[in-house]
């Protein structure tokens, strides 16, 4: 149990916790949205410092970063909680248990130290803070961020888009990149499906980008609820607008899962529906995975020539040179190897 960041004190003994745009107030003994941040007496404190509840060494593709250090491997952490409550979430044993009755929470103390050893032991290049939601454990992700930044590891974050700007600005500094969920284009869909704002999931999006952080953008494509043609138009427009055509898009494509088992999987004609939105909106770098036949590699957008080649999360070739188009020269968007 550790005293949390970014609270503050009300005189009633409640405090307004702001490292999530829910922005919770919690009574004494009472906890947030997230189940894991808790008014202990009047001073909030986090249940997960340290506790995790899950940890492995991951290609680096598989957050999914397609265009940060391609190749390499992560160091995948997280702790228990989320502070979204998604119908569809595959990880939701750990990020949505019910603390019921039971005070304690899941995991095993590992200290930040430890963390930051393992992942230089295991060849890993980077730290990556997945699986659940890491907002919710940003203490202990802000600390292995800062020992990892000494070490020369970089840090990436997996998130649903809901920090807040004032702990976003605490963590930038050791922040390299980012896998952000936009989930829809729908205030009405996140509210039901998620638990959630868009457009505070699109101001925290906006966010990123303006401290300099990578970015790439995800979208889960669920049938019959956020794979209008207009939702689809609506996120390929956004992420061109708002944060240029370089950035990658990951179409993924839903299976039934948790309390979204009343469908079926997504149907191929979505996901291509998706792409083409993205390719008239004019968006470089589209993907689409979790599904057979995908799109996976990365091609140069002025010469057309395949620069990454994969197969799953297998590099079978990477013809980048410098971050560039080797035919070409065109400088590709990412966090490549080399200056």
Request: glycine share 10%.
């Amino acid at each position: 149990m550790q005293e949390a960041l970014f609270y503050e004190k009300n005189p009633d003994g409640s405090v307004r916790c702001s490292l999530c745009r829910h922005r919770c107030s919690i009574v004494p003994g009472g906890r947030g949205i997230c189940h894991v941040r808790e008014n202990h007496g009047g001073i909030l404190v986090s249940l997960v410092y340290g506790n995790v509840v899950a940890e492995q060494v991951d290609p680096v593709e598989k957050k999914p970063l397609f265009h940060v250090l391609p190749g390499t491997t992560t160091y995948s952490i997280a702790t228990a909680g989320c502070n979204f409550t998604c119908r569809h979430c595959q990880n939701h044993a750990i990020a949505q248990y019910d603390p019921g009755s039971d005070s304690t929470v899941p995991g095993h103390n590992i200290p930040p130290e430890e963390i930051v050893r393992r992942a230089l032991a295991s060849g890993c290049r980077s730290i990556s803070y997945t699986y659940t939601e890491p907002t919710i454990f940003f203490e202990y992700m802000l600390e292995v961020a800062r020992l990892a930044s000494r070490v020369g590891l970089k840090n990436f974050m997996v998130t649903n888009g809901y920090i807040t700007p004032e702990a976003l600005d605490a963590l930038a500094p050791y922040l390299d990149a980012a896998n952000i969920d936009l989930k829809g284009f729908d205030d009405r869909f996140y509210h039901r499906i998620a638990g959630a704002s868009l457009e505070q999931v699109l101001g925290c999006i906006r966010d990123f980008h303006r401290r300099g952080i990578w970015i790439e953008i995800t979208s889960l494509i669920i049938p019959d609820e956020n794979d209008s043609q207009k939702q689809l138009e609506d996120m390929a427009a956004f992420i061109v607008s708002e944060l240029g055509a370089d950035v990658p898009w990951h179409i993924s494509r839903f299976f039934p899962r948790h309390r979204m088992v009343d469908r079926g999987a997504t149907p191929e004609d979505s996901l291509q529906r998706a792409v083409d939105a993205g390719s008239r909106a004019g968006l470089h770098f589209i993907y689409v995975g979790n599904c057979e036949g995908g799109i996976e590699n990365t091609c140069c957008p002025g010469c057309g020539a395949v620069l990454i080649r994969r197969r799953g999360y297998r590099i079978m070739a990477n013809d980048l040179d410098r971050g560039c188009c080797r035919r070409c020269g065109i400088p590709i968007g990412g966090l490549w190897e080399g200056p």
